[in-house]
């Protein structure tokens, strides 16, 4: 049995698609913090790699945004927490 696709495991989802949009226009190179618009310090504290995210691959920025979710979801109850942008994309 496959595990169903969902906001925790994967950055493929409509709610991560508006955040996307929103944050950067979904562009991995988008100056400022990449495809989900990370700030320097909080890409190294999730990734251990220094700033800035736009630098990275989409595997490692796709990875540091579901990272920074489950910590959301751990401290806020809320995977999107951090971003702003989610109130726009209703979540």
Known sequence: PSTPVTDANSTGTKDWACIAFRE???NYEE???GKWQFEDGTF?????????????SPAVQD???LK???YDVRVWGD???AW????????
């Open 24 to 26: 950067s226009g979904a």
């Open 31 to 33: 100056h400022g913090g």
């Open 44 to 56: 190294l504290a999730i990734t251990g790699l220094p700033g800035p995210a736009q630098d990275y």
């Open 63 to 65: 990875a540091a945004a």
């Open 68 to 70: 920074l979710y489950a």
């Open 79 to 81: 995977g999107f927490h």
């Open 84 to 91: 702003s942008t989610r109130f726009v994309c209703g979540l």
